[in-house]
């Protein structure tokens, strides 16, 4: 009889604590949960800001640690939990959130990337709204920048931009935008940005669908008609602050160019790997995201 209730006891300590590792685990924690998008990839990400306040602004990142809220940026109701937003809707509002860089800071080892966020703007009312900024790189555009295209955009759709810099090959500005209907106005979406060094293609997915791709080079084609691929990125060492919701020379006065404006809408969960996540991971991410999604 005793050994018949040692083998229940045991069954039912494996099954509570199978129950409480399915409840638990969001956002890194020590549980398992399949339906967290953490989950996706844990190896390769390096950084995760769930945007939630200014004590909770960035979660995972060496290096990285939340500086300041500036202009009208606050902290408001999100696809999850809270998210970042410009309260004044308003490009010409300096708001943003700054992000303070050490040397230690992932971007700089990164050779492969992906970017994911939940995105929700207007048509911006003036110029190209910068929404995640990196400085350092280009003196323009920085070392990574997603922004929007205020000429591209439409009613119903974003003029989307990703841009990175690549400081070891001759060619060092790359780029890739589009309008599409991916990039709906004033709805949220789940916008990835990613670049592979193995094909050395810029990709970028909405909602977990793919949009468009674009080969890179680093150089031109030499005297036989051969063409070097972009290969393995290293960014612009150079780097001390990454910004969301704002150009990073507008702030230091460098490129203060008036086209240069704040981004009007909300950004929420942005997370980064070292890795180009492939299409099927990039499906799984938002179906994950989907799940633990407050308000959609």
Partial sequence: M????????????????????EKEGDKGGDKIDAD???????????AYFPLESEAKAVELGEGISFSKKAGAAAFVEGVRGKCYANSAADCKNFSYLDFA?????????MTSFTMSCWVKMPVPNDGSPAMISLNGGDGGMGNLLIMNEGWGCNTDSLYVKAYLYNSRTEWKGHDIGLANA?????????????????????????????IADSGRWAGPEDANGNQEQLG????????KNLYIGAWWNNLDGTHADAWRSSFPGMVDELRVWKVALTPEEVTDLYTKEVTKADAL
């Fill in 2 to 21: 005793k050994k018949y209730l040692s083998i229940l006891f045991a069954a039912a300590t494996a099954a509570a604590l199978l129950i409480s590792c």
């Fill in 36 to 46: 967290d998008p953490a989950t996706v990839q844990t190896e390769n990400l390096v």
């Fill in 101 to 109: 860089l050490t040397d230690k800071n992932p971007f700089k080892s």
């Fill in 232 to 239: 393995q990125l290293v960014l612009d060492p150079a780097m």
């Fill in 182 to 210: 991916g990039f709906t106005t004033d709805k949220w979406f789940h916008l990835v940005y990613s670049y592979n060094e193995s094909d050395s293609k810029m990709t970028l997915y909405s909602n977990g669908q793919f």
